[in-house]
């Protein structure tokens, strides 16, 4: 049973930094493609950013120059970094992992930008 465990979120003002974190537990991390999405109350969960095994990204226009998404494969570890957070960045950011027909979900972290 794969599980994905995310960590890093949190309050923050606008304007600011927060690190996200997905700790994987399958065996051969590597292979899968990680992503984040997020979730706002009363809207669908979308994408945020994804990379592959080759380390490819793809990120949302409303992220685009803000967020970074890196793996560690040493690690089973993804990571979103997020600068200069907006309001409208608040949710619950969930991270996926995808091979195939596999398809795994975290149980979500909330970050809530607010002043």
């Known amino acids: 049973q794969v599980q994905l465990v995310e960590s890093g979120g949190g309050l923050v003002q606008p304007g600011g930094s927060l690190r996200l974190s997905c700790a994987a537990s399958m065996t051969i991390f590597s292979i899968y493609t990680m992503g984040w999405y997020r979730q706002a109350p009363g809207k669908q969960r979308e994408l945020v950013a994804t990379i592959t095994s080759g380390s490819s990204t793809n990120y949302a226009d409303s992220v685009k120059g803000r967020f970074t998404i890196s793996r560690d494969n040493a690690k089973n570890t993804v990571y979103l970094q997020m600068n200069s957070l907006k309001p409208e960045d608040t949710a619950v950011y969930y991270c996926?992992?995808?091979?195939?027909?596999?398809?795994?979900w975290g149980q979500g972290t909330q970050v809530t930008v607010s002043s």
């Open positions: 996926n992992a995808k091979l195939a027909n596999y398809n795994y």
